[in-house]
């Protein structure tokens, strides 16, 4: 039986386990239940009804939150004279080729999301199974391939608070929507947003409810349930 500290028994008693709470209402207590000395991640986890061994049931996307995730974002672009200097001006943090993928290559991984030009795609194939057990090896499927033109864009957006989802092999997706220290409401706008993303993204030959139940938590706090029908209805700020 797993046992919990007198702070963490304390704080989940605050937390009705028998109901469902509206999403704003739950956001609202994931802040009163929130006590640790640091601030706090706030995350959702969702049980979806696809079936991740089928490649069309897979669920992956990305979406920019209106108010960031609250935390710096180190971007890496990988990228010759196709575009090197378009991502140093918009704020990557690295850019280059050979010499960043020795430093990868040496166990270096001091960074948050990683871009590249197609050019240079052939080049970085080998640090597939580096990157790729961390989700930081660009693909065009998650809109890390990014063509020269577009990334001055993709960089903004990934220190904006671009953030990338999608199903496990347990069919579940989880992510963050901001810090504790957010307010209520800008917690609602990216909670709306991330969600209003990920069900325009159902698989159309998922039959059945899509989402099957979501769970808010912080960093340190508990669990507290969701009601499917409102969390559904969310959409982003306009």
Same mark, same amino acid.
Not at 38 to 43: G, H, S
Not at 124 to 134: A, E, N, P, Q
């Given at each position: 039986m797993v046992k919990h500290s007198k702070r963490f028994s304390a704080v989940a008693e605050k937390v009705d386990l028998e109901r =469902?709470? *509206?999403? *704003?209402?739950?956001?609202?207590?994931?802040? *009163?239940? =929130? @006590?640790?000395?640091?601030? *706090? #991640?706030?995350? %959702?986890?969702?049980? #979806?009804?696809?079936? !991740?061994?089928?490649?069309?049931? $897979?669920?992956?996307?990305? @979406?920019?939150?209106p108010h960031g995730l609250g935390k710096q974002v180190r971007v890496l672009v990988f990228a010759g004279a196709d575009g090197a200097e378009e991502a140093r001006a918009a704020g990557a943090d690295y850019v280059g080729e050979d010499d960043l993928i020795a430093q990868i290559e040496g166990g270096w991984m001091e960074f948050e999301v990683g871009l590249a030009t197609p050019q240079v795609?052939?080049? %970085?194939?080998?640090?597939?199974? %580096?990157?790729?057990? =961390?989700?930081?090896? /660009?693909? /065009?499927? =998650?809109? @890390? $391939?990014?063509? !020269?033109?577009?990334l001055a864009r993709a960089v903004q957006e990934a220190k904006a608070g671009r953030v990338e989802y999608r199903t496990d092999r347990t069919a579940i997706i989880h992510s963050a929507v901001g810090k504790v220290s957010f307010s209520t409401e800008q917690l609602t706008e990216n909670l709306g947003s991330l969600i209003d993303a990920i069900v325009r993204d159902r698989p159309s030959s998922v039959k059945g409810p899509f989402l099957r139940s979501a769970y808010l938590t912080s960093s340190m706090g508990p669990s507290i349930s969701l009601d499917m029908s409102a969390l559904q209805a969310m959409k982003g700020p306009e």
């Open positions: =469902s709470y *509206e999403p *704003e209402e739950a956001l609202a207590l994931v802040k *009163e239940v =929130s @006590t640790a000395k640091f601030d *706090e #991640t706030v995350e %959702i986890h969702l049980r #979806t009804n696809v079936d !991740p061994r089928h490649a069309d049931q $897979m669920v992956r996307g990305v @979406t920019v939150l795609m052939p080049k %970085i194939g080998k640090l597939g199974r %580096i990157l790729g057990r =961390s989700g930081l090896m /660009p693909n /065009p499927r =998650s809109g @890390t $391939m990014v063509q !020269p033109q577009d």
